[in-house]
């Protein structure tokens, strides 16, 4: 049997690969089953179980003493799959302008040109089963407001991220059956990543030690470790294997923990819809060839060079309440996490109207229809740059285990204020020169526009965390390298957003899958011992 629980197992159990993969998240499974169908021994370790386990989910508690961040809990979950089995789908690369020098902003370009990852998008693509329309562009297609969207890039350029079925968001939906069969995966689960063994010769890692609630142990050796655990227990992981060595394995740093960074959002507006059906047409889900696509409102790299300010993009949000709309997106929900509450089917059932005319939207407008009376609020979600002072530290508290919880020293500032008021300002202008201004005028949110109100003050994480174990050429400012190898222990690489080195104005998943393959295809032209 290849998926095992380390609860269940009797104690002290050892087991070898040739490579280790610490998580069995969207990154770790897809890394494991591309190493697999070559005929590679893969381990992985994935700290939660089939289902979610409340005393495993509180292992993500941090000691956070500024109370800023807030997403610890609700934007990452344990277990086979990891935060897929939540994650609301959203594909759309990060730009190339993103990825480039920003000397507007003092960044430099990524390590790794976006080249080298966009190769693998297609096959995304094929996995998700989102077709390879592009991201832009749409509106020559799109039925009902053709044209209507500004194409100048004046302002903003729109961009239509992509997104799977709900049921299809969850990883393990599609490569559940190839891992349960492989004869080259072996998966353990409840199995927490606690201790870390190290040459202290070679300065490389030999072996991983993981442990159950229960106290059940394991140790795994393996020639190549992946750290794929996101971007906080990545983090926390690397600082204490660095504890594990003395200090030595990331001594040639100061970057580890440091450079934590989240894309921040706020409400800016609500849109009038006295015009239901051109609102409609305008915001609301398309549907092109089958697949969903969300606006996605980017701001131009011309106007955040002009105010010299990081990226940033509008989005819309539904207030859905109580609807039947509520409760059928509750039910596509419970797909995904492969649980459907009766009650949302019951309260669906109830409005047959909504749901009829929701019908003939989809088949004749290619849309999702959103009835009058739910609002369309317009959010707009910013590029946190980089900051040393934001980081993540080895807290003296410890989680059940006894291993020491991440320590948050976090905020939003003075940088990312001037990236939301450079978006509010040309989201104004952006408004009048599409004459929406007349056809669906903005209401705006409470203190946007009073010079005394701070966004900041209000923004909220949007659990995308990056940075805190950034990748680059020079390992005195970074921890990885292009290759996503530690600079210092060099058989260890992760693959998280952690090793961003900056953010970008786009959902961080589709990136992370990439550099997921990447790191896979290189294990691959590397020879078997």
Known sequence: MTIRNLATAAEGQTDAAAYCIVGGGIAGLL?????????????????????????????????????????????????????????????????????????????????????????????????????????????????????????????????????????????????GDEIRSSPNISVWLGATVCDFELDTETGRLKAVKALSLTGQGITIRARDFTIAAGTIESTRLLLLLDEASGNHAFERTDALGRYFQDHLKAEIAVVERQRADLTNHLFSYRFIKGTRRDLHLELSHGAQQGDAVSSSFVYVSMDLGNSGLAAVKNIAHGLQRRKVNPEDIRTAAKDVGLIAKGAFWRLWHKQLYVPPGINFRLMTSIEQLPDPQNRIRLSAKTDRLGVRKPLFEWKPRAPDERTFQSTISHLRRYWERSGFDSLCPLTWAPGVGDPNVQIIDRA?????????????????????????RCHNVPNVAVASASVFPTAGSANPTFTIMKLALWLADSYLQMPLL
């Open 31 to 175: 890394l494991a089953t591309r190493l697999a169908r070559q005929n590679r021994k893969v381990i992985v370790l994935e700290s939660g179980t089939m289902s979610h386990d409340a005393d495993i989910h509180a292992l993500n508690e941090i000691d956070d003493p500024g109370g800023r961040y807030d997403r610890a809990l609700t934007g990452r979950y344990r277990g086979l799959g990891g935060s897929s089995s939540r994650w609301g789908g959203r594909m759309i690369p990060i730009s190339d302008e993103d990825q480039g020098l920003r000397e507007h902003v003092s960044q430099p370009e990524w390590p790794n040109a976006p080249q080298a990852l966009g190769r693998y998008q297609n096959e995304l693509e094929e996995l998700f089963s989102v077709g390879h329309d592009s991201f832009e562009g749409i509106e020559d297609i799109a039925p009902g407001s053709s044209g209507l969207l500004l194409a100048d890039q004046d302002d903003f350029r729109a961009r239509w991220a992509k997104v799977p079925t709900f049921k299809r968001c969850n990883i393990v939906t599609m490569l």
């Open 460 to 484: 909220e994480a949007c659990a995308h965390p990056s940075g805190s174990t950034r990748m680059g050429t020079d390992p005195a400012t970074s921890v990885v390298g292009p290759d996503l």
